[in-house]
């Protein structure tokens, strides 16, 4: 296992300028999750490291070796592919050896390693069927297997679950998570379900148009995002956000409703434009507070969600509790001291 | 849904009746006709396998199903291996490939007959420049067409130049259906290009290939037109193929009989052929994932 | 992936080399032609020993022989081919897309052995039935006719699968929208699934087109007397005579060469994919 680093990476494709100068560093074993819009630069990224793309500058390397202009057999990295990518024609015995073979491996040590990742992830009684006759979940342990009879210095995976069903996405995504720590093994993986980020990852990085936005552990970044994008993007769900201005202890919404906000906008500088953002689950009931009018109503049974307008914006509270509001109703919520975030209106920085 | 039982029939009927009288009802009519002798007056008689069984004694008949099956174990797997190289050729992105394609592709528009004439008038020793080409390097001026030992080889480079290029398409059409993540899967995996050709590209064009080399072969059985136009079957039976000895047999001998007869053999191996192609196509991928 | 192979200078120029001399092989027999044509009677005849520039350049440009061919028996070969090709792609369009709207909108019995019917029917290739087709036209009497250049040709396997294919993509609530409001069957195939198949429409005129603009083996069987000879035939034919109009065949050759690729240069595209998706779907 082994770190990774990647130091001013440049990615143009033509003439339009994909990555815009990206760097990160990986721990060993560390488990790293990028995410982002689609069409940010993960795979793109992701790519790169594993040598699938040259770089168009910057630097990359792995376990402290530069292998920026090196092919991606000599990297000694293993890749997960969105679509598994498996060898149809090969069996599972086959695709999980391939690599071994092409090593030139004895062929009783690549049936030890095969068996052995093939146990670990229950593949054991499907070794000798096709790709094609494997279901989806099946295919994508295939995948994983193949990455790790190789035992790499790096695994990289790129959105390995996005094709599974709901309820074995969630089942994967934990069983890739104690892969990671039974293996000890340093990986990065690219998601844009920031669920599987958040529940996956040692480290988040977020990425935004071809640069990152913001690198943390998981909580730091849902509890301090350093900009209203990061805020707006990890989060389900989202971040709400109301528009205005600073005036003393209140903020002035975009339609002039004056919500006064007591201990939470002190010492900023009056008149700046803003961005107030509150999560909906730190939005609390209260007898007084910011007025909102009740537009819908969701009980998911434990939690009762509502939309709401303030301001005549709409606005999201998570409540833990089951409610007896009728859409239409008018009720107060009232933000938790210290879970609000501002943000500068024009750059989207924390302010 | 909303609609008589004899609309869809009304709708067919006309295609239907033109393939069942002009496709279909032939199969039957070689096969009955092959059966039949007409005698010097012109009458036609039921004579069973009296035509067959002449055939196979008839050392024409042997001769040509010998230059027949000769023509198509070199001109298939040399078509399917020259249409696979240029296919590798152009399948990747790069500067003017897609011209490239254009012009290789090209000869299909050209027919079998003209391709004959042009490649009469172009080997020709007056009239083209390629035997002029071949004095010029040194080689001297060949035959060709006209040569016994060349002539069967002349027509095959013939139909290799118009048909290459065909063949080409539905091989490249088959490359392109291979994910590149597969490809780029064995890339990581450590394969080298050629590692990468033989153990992930050749298998995975397994069906394409065949499908190549069975239509390719159905065609090839029928190979008629440069016979015609260029050697007659010449020089000394040398490129005599089953197609022009049933054209012969009918309009130079006047023997229906083993026109038909020889028409039914080839028929029967061009069905074996079609069911083959069939199965191919039927079959579902395998493996495929 | 791509990229790190193309980047290889080496690969790169024995890549385009290799791909030069091929296309070179393959263009170079049909520029010959195309400028032999336009060569002067005199310097037709190319003596091997005087190989060089000039057996490819000609020494000025001519259009001599093609007017020389007005004269002779090209063009009653053009006029019956063209009446033969055209008159085979207006029938055949509504002939065979008819069957391919019946295969695309309607269930009935007997459906799937029916469409094996058309599947083979192109599979096996037409010179496999010329000689038994042949017996069966002159038995109708048709021999040296328009008629038996035209009628089996008709009816094809192919353009019936793929105006299927483009019918079947079309969602059935087309259709049956427009039968709810009332129209016909008829109408619908006319005016509703005909107009949105114009790429099919296309594709197939060319199909039937060159079908029949190639043909040779059939119209020498069924159509040999002279009248009625297509031009694939009458070049043929003048290529095995003792004759004097070289120029001529070259230029009648040429002719017949660009009437087929031009329309095929144009719709390559449609043409090929097409094509593939016949052979492989
Ligand atoms: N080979 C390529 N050629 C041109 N543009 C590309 C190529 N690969 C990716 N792109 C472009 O780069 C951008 C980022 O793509 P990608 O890294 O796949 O995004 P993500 O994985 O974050 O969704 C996209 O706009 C995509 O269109
Ligand atoms: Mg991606």
């Given amino acids: 296992m082994a770190t990774m680093s990647v130091r001013g990476l440049r990615k143009s494709f033509g003439s339009t300028e994909i990555l815009k100068g990206v760097s990160l560093d990986v721990a060993d074993e560390e488990f790293v999750a990028l995410v982002g819009p689609s069409g940010c630069g993960k795979s793109t990224l992701l790519r790169l490291i594993a040598g699938l793309e040259e770089a168009s500058s910057g630097e990359i390397s792995i376990a402290g070796r530069p292998v920026t202009r090196l092919a991606p057999k000599q990297r000694d990295v293993a890749m997960v592919f969105q679509n598994y990518a498996l060898y149809p024609h090969l069996t599972v015995r086959a695709n999980m050896g391939f690599s071994l073979k092409l090593r030139g491996e004895s062929k009783a040590g690549i049936d030890t390693k095969v068996n052995q990742a093939a146990e670990i992830l229950g593949l054991s009684p499907l070794l000798d069927r096709y790709p094609g006759q494997l279901s989806g979940g099946q295919r994508q342990r295939v995948a994983t297997g193949r990455a790790i009879v190789r035992d790499p210095a790096l695994f990289l995976f790129d959105e390995p679950l996005s094709n599974l069903d709901a309820k074995l996405r969630v089942q994967m995504r934990t069983e890739i998570k104690a892969l990671h720590i039974r293996l000890r093994s340093t990986m990065v993986y690219v998601t844009h379900d920031q669920i599987e980020a958040m529940t996956m990852a040692d480290r988040i990085v977020v990425m935004q148009s071809g640069k990152i936005e913001q690198v943390g552990s998981p909580l730091d970044l849902y509890d301090r995002p350093i900009n209203a994008f990061v805020a707006g993007f990890l989060g389900s769900p989202a971040m709400n956000f109301l528009e205005g201005r600073i005036d003393g202890g209140a903020l002035v919404t975009l339609d002039g409703t004056r919500l006064s906000m007591p201990g939470h906008l002190g010492g900023y500088q009056h008149g700046q434009a803003v961005l107030w953002g509150i999560r909906p689950e730190n939005l609390a009931l209260a007898a007084e507070g910011l007025s909102a009018r009740v537009e819908v109503v969701e009980p998911t049974g434990p939690d009762t969600q509502l939309l709401l307008r303030i301001a005549g914006q709409p606005i999201i509270a998570l409540l833990r509790q089951r409610m007896k509001v009728r859409p239409g109703e008018l009720i107060h919520v009232m933000p938790e001291p210290g879970m609000t975030h501002l943000f500068d209106k024009e750059s989207g920085r924390r302010l | 849904m909303l609609s008589s039982r004899l609309t869809p029939f009304l709708f067919l009927a006309p295609a239907l009746i033109g393939l069942v009288v002009f496709r279909l009802a032939p199969i039957g009519i070689a096969v009955a006709g092959s059966m039949t002798g007409t005698s010097l007056m012109g009458d036609l008689s039921f004579v069973g396998l009296e035509n067959f069984a002449y055939l196979f004694t008839d050392a024409e008949f042997w001769s040509s199903l010998q230059v027949t099956l000769l023509f198509n174990l070199i001109i298939n797997p040399l078509q399917l291996a020259v249409a696979f190289a240029l296919a590798l050729l152009v399948f990747q992105q790069g500067r003017a490939i897609w011209f490239y394609r254009l012009l290789l592709v090209l000869p299909m528009a050209v027919s079998t007959g003209l391709s004959a004439v042009l490649f009469g008038l172009f080997l020709d020793g007056n009239l083209g420049p390629f035997n002029g080409f071949l004095e010029w390097i040194g080689i001297g001026a060949q035959a060709f067409h006209r040569n016994q030992d060349q002539a069967l080889g002349t027509l095959i480079g013939i139909a290799t130049w118009k048909g290459a290029g065909y063949w080409m398409l539905f091989l490249l059409a088959g490359l392109y259906s291979i994910p590149s993540s597969v490809q780029e899967a064995a890339l990581i995996d450590g394969a080298t290009p050629w590692q990468r050709f033989r153990l992930v590209t050749l298998p995975l064009m397994r069906k394409p290939m065949a499908f190549v080399l069975v239509a390719d072969t159905a065609i090839n059985f029928l190979f008629f037109a440069p016979v015609y136009i260029l050697t007659s079957g010449g020089p000394s039976g040398s490129t005599s193929v089953l197609m022009y000895q049933a054209y012969l047999s009918a309009f130079t001998f006047s023997d229906l009989g083993r026109s038909l007869a020889i028409s039914t053999i080839l028929l029967m191996i061009i069905l074996i052929i079609v069911a083959l192609e069939l199965r191919l196509l039927r079959s579902p991928e395998d493996h495929a994932a | ?281």
Avoid at chain 3, 22 to 29: K, Q, R, T
Avoid at chain 3, 149 to 159: C, F, H
């Fill in chain 3, 1 to 281: 992936m791509t990229e790190t192979i193309a980047r290889n200078p080496l690969a790169v120029a024995l890549r385009y080399g290799a791909l030069s001399i091929l296309a070179f092989a393959v263009v170079c027999p049909l520029a010959w032609l195309a400028l032999a044509s336009l060569r002067p009677q005199a310097e037709i005849f190319q003596p091997v020993s005087e190989f060089g520039w000039r057996t490819f350049v000609p020494s000025r440009l001519t259009l001599d022989n093609y007017r020389a061919l007005m004269s002779g028996d090209f063009p009653l070969a053009l006029r019956n081919s063209s009446i033969v090709a055209v008159t085979t792609v207006v029938f055949g369009l509504v002939v065979n897309a008819l069957a391919g709207f019946a295969f695309a909108a309607f269930d009935f019995r007997g459906k799937n052995l029916l469409f094996l019917l058309v599947i083979v029917s192109f599979m096996m290739p037409f010179e496999a039935i010329v000689m038994p087709l042949y017996v069966l036209i002159s038995g109708l009497g048709w021999t040296n006719s328009y008629k038996a250049l035209i009628i089996p040709e008709v009816a094809n396997g192919m353009i019936i699968f793929l105006f299927r294919q483009f019918f079947a993509s079309i969602p059935k609530d087309f259709y049956e929208a427009a039968r709810v409001d009332g129209a016909s069957w008829l109408y619908i195939w006319a005016f509703i699934a005909m107009p949105l198949s114009w790429p099919t429409i296309a594709t197939s005129s060319l199909m039937l087109f060159l079908s029949q603009w190639d043909s040779f083996f059939w119209p020498v069987v069924a159509a040999s007397d002279p009248d009625y000879a297509v031009v694939q035939v009458a070049i043929a034919r003048n290529i095995n005579f003792e004759q004097n109009d070289w120029g001529g065949l070259f230029a009648s050759t040429n002719l017949a060469i660009l009437i087929g690729m031009i329309p095929f240069l144009l719709m390559q595209r449609f043409y090929v994919r097409s094509l593939i998706s016949g052979g492989i779907k």
